[in-house]
């Protein structure tokens, strides 16, 4: 039998490394400046165009590279950070594996121009695909200067699948934004072609005003401890900005990047009691360890770290934050001025009277004036929602035609059938079932069938419902558009701005009005006629971080979820729907179950979430045997 192992080629070598290494153009940019700061430059200029598909330039001033340096720095395995495999754990450069450049140039174009202190002339080399094509002396400033052309050009499948140029934009901010965070006394500027960002050197806290530009410095609390074991110092936000979506969320070992999702953890748990479940605290916390204690080598990017004393880490880093939180007062204030919510009277057998719904007589449950004013779930002072006292009431309008939730029985006949063998149990021509629907912990429907017991995600159907209503509007085309009294303010980072604008024709086409006003402002002006009790900030703020979402599958079949307009019913069926936690009538979750079972598919949400469980008779009677 003949030989059937093979040596690869180093350029199918350096094309499988650049696999792990390079993903997308933010990849490429990633790299090069990390090599920069790892070459002493204190200013390092990006210029992009065709968002890094065609042209990725970096320029620093550096200390530079020799002619035969710059000939094997592309070369694979070739470094000049570490010599040998205990310097892995005295790491004091970014950089160290030596296969940035070779599965760059991989696939690409290089071009690069470097000099160093010491001789007079640079020297200008070129390659393409690993292949030297040319190397020249060349007049050129101190520094380099190296540009990447035409980044995928013989992987046609990875170009392929690279996203719009808004998204791979966005990528390319996001990566900016963390490169200058943690490189804040390093000029960095970056000029996509349409927009500058020029951030000069300065301290941790302006950089991160510089930044995001949104007031934050006014939001952060400071941190400072140092033990024998780690040093800790950076800002965490008030309790209340903490974020429901979107958080910036940074941490910093020894001049690092890093995700540690035991170190989050630890963060968020500080913030118990104080700020809703589904919100998340920002933070910008740096890490001071001995390198003996950490391995960085654990992932071509390097940004996943072991600690070798992370469950030590933990209790100093929780105390830290409790401490920062409770020196600066940043727990919520209460406000008087709130009402609350009664407490139920106790009847017979000390069981809670269920509050009556009273609806006034001129009350007109398809308008939805109050609540897009924002009346009774918005407090000025707190800058939060507030559970309003008046919430049967509030539900009982917001089911029967608030938020977009129309009621079909006014336009046509609703009588669900079997679905999918299932048969809710005394059914009215209303369709509503005359069976008790309970309430269990505040998040599943209790119901019953006559195949057995029936167990309903409450917050999963109000989306299927909704997602059904705003998919029939948005699909029948363009729509009109109802003039906003007072514009809704909306502030972007700068990594969103991209996204933004990728889906902003499609905004406009169902009837949003966006208008940019400056500083990372924009303006909503209109918004759909048949949205307008909406939170046009929420929807709009959850369409751009979806926008290069790819794991995001709406629907079932392909084209569903490729789907525009699939996206945005779902976003804002995701919106409006309500909560867990929400505490509801019969009357209330007995609208939902007919509603949700007068659907053709009520089984799923449109990203494939089962919405209710069936316990059969069977399974009932084996509970007992």
């Not at 927009?195 to 609390?221: A, C, G, M, T, Y």
């Not at 001071?288 to 950490?294: F, G, T, W």
């Not at 949205?531 to 971080?545: F, Q």
């Not at 019969?586 to 449109?606: C, K, W």
Request: charged letters at 25%.
């Amino acid at each position: 039998m003949s030989d059937i192992i093979k040596l690869l080629p180093d350029s199918v070598a350096n094309q499988i490394a650049a696999g792990e290494v390079i993903q997308r153009p933010a990849s490429v940019i990633k790299e090069l400046v990390e090599n920069s700061v790892d070459a002493g430059a204190t200013d390092i200029k990006i210029f992009i165009k065709d968002a890094g598909r065609t042209l990725i330039q970096v320029i620093d001033n550096g200390k530079g590279m020799s002619p035969t340096d710059a000939r094997m720095a592309f070369e694979r395995h070739a470094t000049s950070k570490i010599k040998e495999a205990a310097d892995l754990f005295s790491l004091h450069t970014m950089g160290f594996r030596g296969e940035a450049l070779p599965s760059i140039c991989a696939i690409s174009q290089i071009e690069i121009k470097t000099r160093t202190a010491d001789i007079p002339v640079g020297t200008r080399l070129q390659l393409n695909a690993t292949k030297v094509e040319s190397q020249e002396a060349v007049a050129c400033d101190e520094g380099t200067n190296l540009m990447v052309k035409n980044l995928f050009f013989n992987v046609p499948a990875r170009r392929k699948f690279l996203k719009s140029d808004n998204v791979e934009l966005s990528n390319i901010l996001r990566e900016f934004e963390r490169l200058a965070l943690v490189n804040n006394s390093i000029r960095m500027s970056i000029d996509t072609g349409n927009r500058v960002i020029d951030l000069k050197p300065s301290s941790f806290r302006q950089r991160i005003e510089d930044i995001w530009k949104n007031n934050l410095d006014l939001h952060l609390i400071p941190i400072e401890v140092e033990t024998s074991l780690i040093k800790i110092s950076g800002y965490i936000s008030r309790p209340e900005y903490a974020r429901r979506r979107n958080p910036l969320q940074y941490m910093i070992v020894n001049g690092r990047n890093m995700k540690h999702p035991y170190f989050h953890k630890a963060i968020v748990s500080s913030y118990d009691a104080l700020i809703a479940p589904d919100t998340q605290p920002c933070y910008f916390l740096k890490f001071e360890v001995d390198p003996n204690s950490i391995d960085v080598n654990i992932h071509p990017t390097k940004n996943e770290i072991k600690f070798e004393f992370e469950q030590e880490i933990w209790p100093i880093l929780q105390a830290a934050v409790k401490a920062a939180l409770g020196k600066f007062g940043a727990v919520p204030s209460i406000d008087f001025t709130v009402d609350m919510v009664p407490v139920a009277p106790l009847g017979k057998n000390k069981t809670p009277i269920a509050p009556s719904i009273d609806v006034p007589s001129d009350y007109n449950p398809f308008n939805g004036t109050d609540y897009a004013q924002g009346k009774g779930y918005y407090h000025p002072k707190s800058g939060r929602e507030t559970a309003p006292s008046n919430w049967d009431n509030l539900y009982l309008e917001f089911m029967r035609g608030a938020h977009g939730f129309v009621d079909s029985s006014k336009n046509e006949e609703t009588k669900p059938g079997v679905i999918e063998g299932l048969n809710i149990q005394g059914l009215n021509e209303e369709g509503s079932p005359g069976n008790i629907c309970l309430q269990l912990a505040e998040r599943y429907i209790v119901t019953s069938s006559r195949e057995g017991l029936l167990l309903v995600d409450q917050r999963r159907a109000h989306v299927k419902i909704l997602f059904e209503e705003f998919y029939s509007h948005i699909s029948k085309g363009e729509h009109s558009s109802q003039g906003m009294m007072f514009p809704d303010s909306l502030e972007i980072e700068p990594g969103l701005q991209n996204a933004l604008e990728e889906i902003l024709p499609e905004l406009l086409k169902i009837g949003y009005r966006i208008e940019y006003d400056s500083d990372l402002r924009w303006n909503i002006t209109g918004v759909p006629s048949f949205a307008t009790s909406l939170d046009s900030r929420d929807v709009i703020m959850r369409m751009v971080e979806s926008t290069d979402d790819s794991a995001v599958n709406y629907g079932q079949e392909g084209k569903a979820a490729e789907s525009i307009n699939s996206r945005l019913a779902l976003v804002m069926a995701r919106s409006a729907a309500i909560n867990y936690g929400k505490r509801m009538s019969p009357e209330e979750m007995e609208h939902i179950v007919s509603r949700l079972f007068a659907l053709p598919d009520p089984s799923y949400t449109p990203n494939g979430n089962k919405i209710f469980y069936l316990i059969t008779m069977q399974q009932l009677l084996s509970f007992f045997r």
